[in-house]
């Protein structure tokens, strides 16, 4: 698998595998898949309900521990330093880990909280529990406060990134601070049917004999954005790692580019505040 180098020198695959919205079995024999397919990031969360099954079979899988990449992320009620550090420990018990690839922040709060909460994933990787830490559906004014007051800049920013939302603003910006871009939802997530049908990217994959959706991966992929796209599916698992043998010439990448309608499918974390 192709990595790209983070800004402390960990080593994180081009794409990877995600688990929202799958639970139990389902979660446990979707990642075998994954894993058995090729991919090295997986993807999960405290949020996804889902660790005890990942871990499992990131456990089962046969390939050593070192060659996978395991996330998982902070939920919001647990944004403060011990609350943070004491979700990590249950994460690793629930995974069955002694140690996460990386640590993100799942949803900002307010900056002090936000602060507070990276205090602890910053305390966690100096101590080994993660190898690299990270933030999720932050925007520009988050990461500006973060960057100013954390020890160490956040390798990774996973927000909701697609053909319709293409985030090339928040891209340099974060390129310009040496942070990776994860795309979550790659395939925009439950309105993935209205993405694939899209006369652009029909005809693009048709050209180049793949599908839609391995053109929109393919197209991330090629921006220095990591995809993790999610499927229960065996077929489509495979079909979503695929996407190493063509390549998008100018003429491709301009009209994808003009997908872009910023979209956002998933809510704006400045204005969707979870009770906690
Ligand atoms: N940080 C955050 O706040 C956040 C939020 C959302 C997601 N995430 C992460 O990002 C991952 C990906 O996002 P997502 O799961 O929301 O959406 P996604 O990967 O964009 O789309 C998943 C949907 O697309 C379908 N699909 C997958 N591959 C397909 C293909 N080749 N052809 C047709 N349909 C296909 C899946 O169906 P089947 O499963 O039936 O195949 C599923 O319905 C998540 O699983 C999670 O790990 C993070």
Redesign the pocket.
């Known amino acids: 698998m192709k990595t790209i180098t983070l800004n402390n020198g960990v080593e994180m695959p081009v794409i990877g595998?995600?688990?929202?919205?799958?639970k139990d079995e389902e979660a446990y024999e979707?990642v075998r898949h994954a894993i058995d397919a090729g991919y090295r990031l997986i993807?999960?969360?405290e949020a996804?309900g889902n660790e005890e099954a990942v871990g499992r079979a990131v456990r089962d899988s046969g390939v050593p521990r070192e060659e996978l990449f395991v996330a998982t992320?902070l939920w919001k009620g647990n944004l403060g330093y011990m609350s943070g550090r004491r979700a990590l420990h249950a994460s690793l018990k629930r995974l069955g880990l002694d140690y996460v690839d990386l640590y993100?922040i799942?949803?900002p709060a307010e900056d002090e909280r936000n602060l507070r909460a990276y205090r602890a994933l910053e305390s966690l990787y100096f101590e080994g529990r993660t190898r690299t830490i990270g933030v999720?559906?932050f925007s520009f004014h988050h990461l500006e406060h973060l960057l100013e007051h954390a020890e160490i800049a956040p390798q990774v920013n996973?927000?909701?990134t697609?053909l319709r939302l293409q985030n090339e603003r928040l891209q340099e910006f974060c390129m310009m601070n040496d942070i990776y871009l994860e795309a979550?939802?790659?395939?925009?997530?439950?309105r993935?049917?209205e993405l694939?049908e899209d006369e652009t990217l029909l005809e693009t994959a048709k050209k180049h004999g793949k599908?839609?959706?391995?053109v929109a991966l393919r197209y991330l992929l090629e921006r220095e954005i990591v995809p993790?796209?999610?499927?229960?599916?065996k077929q489509?698992?495979e079909?979503?790692i695929d996407i190493f043998d063509f390549a998008l010439d100018e003429t491709d990448r301009k009209a994808l580019r003009e997908m872009n309608k910023g979209l956002k499918t998933?809510p704006d974390p400045d204005n969707f505040l979870i009770d906690l």
């Open positions: 595998f995600g688990t929202f919205r799958t979707s993807d999960t969360a996804y992320k993100i799942h949803w999720s559906n996973q927000v909701e697609h979550y939802a790659p395939l925009m997530s439950s993935v049917k694939l599908t839609p959706a391995q993790i796209p999610k499927s229960a599916t489509r698992i079909e979503n998933f």
